[in-house]
């Protein structure tokens, strides 16, 4: 399967790993507000339950940390994988695209330097260094095959390259613009920071946003002229190569 490195399967892209990640915390959001009864307070990188509902919930408050990983960073990864088995090269691109829309590099990072995972870890196992190993390893084994499936399903003239910009770069641009420039215009400069269920209105309106792109575009991810798309009849036309 060929990536089409088009601008609009880039921007397709781009909207895609933009709902992940806002999505991945908007999981905590909505899982925190489950177990709590009362909205708390989220941006692009962070969120915060209610007060007093660790307190008031201490055996389930965790779950809410769980729920942003576990929903849009390893379903969906193996979700990709299942596309990545199917024949059709529209549903490999599909795979593909899911798989390194999750950012699984800032997944690894943030094993590495004490993120979700590592804080469960420490909450029910302590601050023993075997713990840290152990979850560091728990993240890559549910991380890596995903990656490797995504490398070997990739035949694009230049694979390394277009791995690369699809593992890095475009997610880099994603974590730079969302997690950087709009969670400082909130934080700092106050920007649309009223917050409606707990969310800042920019956050709001980034989510809109990346929802209307990807609606728009999500057709590019399925490699459009060449194999069918979800809901589509049968295909017809396989593109050179596929």
Same mark, same amino acid.
Request: hydrophobic share 55%; with cysteine; glycine share 10%.
């Given at each position: 399967?060929?990536?089409?490195?088009?601008?609009?399967?880039?921007?397709?892209?781009?909207?895609?790993?933009?709902?992940?990640?806002?999505?991945? $915390?908007?999981?905590?959001?909505?899982?925190?507000?489950?177990?709590?009864? $009362?909205?708390?307070?989220? %941006?692009?990188?962070?969120?915060?339950?209610?007060?007093?509902?660790? $307190?008031?919930?201490?055996?389930?408050?965790?779950?809410?940390?769980?729920?942003?990983?576990?929903?849009?960073?390893?379903?969906?990864?193996?979700?990709?994988?299942?596309?990545?088995?199917?024949?059709?090269?529209?549903?490999?691109?599909?795979?593909?695209?899911?798989?390194?829309?999750?950012?699984?590099?800032?997944?690894?990072?943030?094993?590495?330097?004490?993120?979700? $995972?590592?804080?469960?870890?420490?909450?029910?196992?302590?601050?023993?260094? %075997?713990?840290?190993?152990?979850?560091?390893?728990?993240?890559?084994?549910?991380?890596?095959?995903?990656?490797?499936?995504?490398?070997?399903?990739?035949?694009?003239?230049?694979?390394?390259?277009?791995?690369? !910009?699809?593992?890095?770069?475009?997610?880099?641009?994603?974590?730079?613009?969302?997690?950087?420039?709009?969670?400082?215009?909130?934080?700092?400069?106050?920007? !649309?920071?009223? %917050?409606?269920?707990?969310?800042?209105?920019?956050?709001? !309106?980034?989510?809109?946003?990346?929802?209307?792109?990807?609606?728009?575009?999500?057709?590019?991810?399925?490699?459009?002229?060449?194999?069918?798309? @979800?809901?589509?009849?049968? @295909? %017809?036309?396989?593109?050179?190569?596929?």
């Amino acid at each position: 399967m060929t990536i089409p490195l088009t601008w609009r399967y880039l921007l397709a892209f781009f909207c895609l790993g933009a709902l992940m990640g806002m999505s991945h $915390e908007l999981a905590h959001h909505v899982a925190g507000f489950a177990i709590c009864g $009362e909205w708390g307070f989220k %941006t692009f990188n962070s969120f915060r339950l209610a007060a007093g509902c660790r $307190e008031q919930h201490p055996n389930t408050f965790w779950l809410a940390t769980v729920a942003g990983p576990l929903f849009f960073n390893y379903l969906p990864s193996w979700v990709g994988v299942a596309f990545m088995r199917k024949p059709e090269a529209g549903a490999q691109l599909f795979g593909v695209s899911l798989v390194l829309s999750t950012v699984p590099a800032l997944r690894l990072f943030s094993a590495i330097v004490g993120g979700d $995972e590592q804080w469960l870890g420490r909450l029910h196992f302590g601050t023993d260094p %075997t713990v840290y190993w152990v979850v560091l390893f728990g993240v890559i084994a549910l991380t890596l095959p995903p990656l490797i499936v995504a490398w070997r399903t990739i035949r694009n003239r230049y694979k390394p390259l277009v791995f690369a !910009l699809l593992f890095l770069g475009v997610p880099l641009v994603v974590f730079f613009l969302v997690g950087k420039v709009l969670e400082d215009l909130i934080l700092v400069h106050k920007v !649309l920071a009223d %917050t409606l269920w707990g969310m800042p209105y920019m956050v709001l !309106l980034a989510e809109a946003l990346a929802t209307y792109g990807y609606a728009a575009l999500k057709s590019h991810l399925w490699q459009p002229g060449s194999i069918m798309r @979800p809901g589509a009849g049968a @295909p %017809t036309h396989v593109a050179a190569g596929d």
